[in-house]
């Protein structure tokens, strides 16, 4: 199996995390479950050949928008499968694909859906004529700049990238209200609108995202966001189904080792794959 990271064009490094590689065309981790832990990330995929299964009711298209995940989920890889990930802020969602929280948040949907089933096709048949990962990468910088220079932005998200910056310094729903001059239902209503989830709940997400980094890479502390052990163990529970005693105890993948942000892309820091 091989993977590989790309960084996005500058302009877009504070909606796009980054660009993901995956490759599996001989099947070796096939009948290996994959499963990806919550976190305030969307992503989009696009597949240059089998998709994986998943656990989504829309099954494995070969273009998806993922929302932000608030509960761990599971997919196989298996012979053929060659994929990009498209790594999304939830400001990236917002101001990228306008509205979509309301119908992606904890779901998936077909591309197409969303772009059309012209464009949709367009993109992967400019994407699979380029196939190496360097020039993949630099026609989805194109298509992604191509969409912020032919969209207008909205006020709610530019209020929401403001406000994402708050909570992630302070931790307070009203602090981040009161920096874009709004009200807190105001606020929450947005959030919702444009990523699936209130302000509290990415907030937890984040919370868990910080902890099951700290665990994983030994850096950081693993109680950061919780108030003791006992809030810690009941949000791990919660949100990934194990303790994190249990967590510990587990050996990870070979994926779990790749996408880890002591390796040289930090791109790859929100990722986690158990």
């Known amino acids: 199996m091989h993977f590989l990271k790309q960084a996005p064009a500058a302009p877009l490094s504070a909606l796009v995390l980054g660009y993901w590689f995956i490759q599996d065309l001989k099947g070796a981790y096939a009948g290996h479950p994959i499963q990806t832990s919550p976190s305030p990330t969307a992503v989009v995929t696009l597949n240059f050949g089998r998709p994986c299964t998943s656990d989504f009711a829309a099954g494995a298209p070969r273009a998806s928008l993922l929302g932000i995940q608030s509960r761990r989920r599971e997919w196989r890889s298996g012979e053929g499968c060659a994929f990009v990930m498209v790594m999304l802020k939830p400001a990236g969602l917002a101001r990228l694909f306008p509205a979509s929280g309301r119908h992606t948040g904890d779901d998936l949907l077909e591309l197409g859906s969303v772009l059309g089933d012209g464009q949709t096709r367009w993109?992967?048949?400019?994407?699979?004529?380029?196939?190496?990962?360097?020039?993949?990468?630099?026609?989805?910088?194109?298509?992604?700049?191509?969409?912020?220079?032919?969209?207008?932005?909205?006020?709610?998200?530019?209020?929401?990238?403001?406000?994402?910056?708050?909570?992630?310094?302070?931790s307070r729903v009203e602090a981040a209200a009161r920096a874009v001059d709004v009200s807190t239902r105001q606020l929450e209503r947005g959030f919702q609108e444009h990523a699936g989830h209130s302000p509290r709940q990415l907030l937890a997400l984040e919370r868990i995202h910080t902890s099951l980094l700290a665990a994983q890479t030994g850096q950081g502390d693993p109680l950061e966001g919780f108030?003791?052990?006992?809030?810690?163990?009941?949000?791990?529970?919660?949100?990934?189904?194990?303790?994190?005693?249990?967590?510990?105890?587990?050996?990870?993948?070979?994926?779990?080792?790749?996408?880890?942000?002591?390796?040289?892309?930090?791109?790859?820091?929100?990722?986690h794959f158990l």
Do not use: C
């Open 123 to 170: 993109l992967l048949e400019d994407l699979s004529a380029a196939w190496e990962p360097r020039q993949v990468a630099a026609r989805l910088d194109a298509w992604l700049l191509g969409r912020l220079a032919s969209t207008k932005p909205l006020p709610e998200t530019e209020r929401l990238a403001r406000a994402w910056d708050v909570l992630l310094r302070t």
């Open 227 to 271: 108030s003791d052990q006992a809030h810690r163990i009941r949000m791990w529970r919660r949100y990934l189904g194990l303790t994190p005693g249990r967590f510990e105890r587990t050996q990870r993948s070979m994926m779990a080792d790749y996408f880890n942000p002591r390796r040289e892309d930090a791109a790859a820091a929100l990722a």
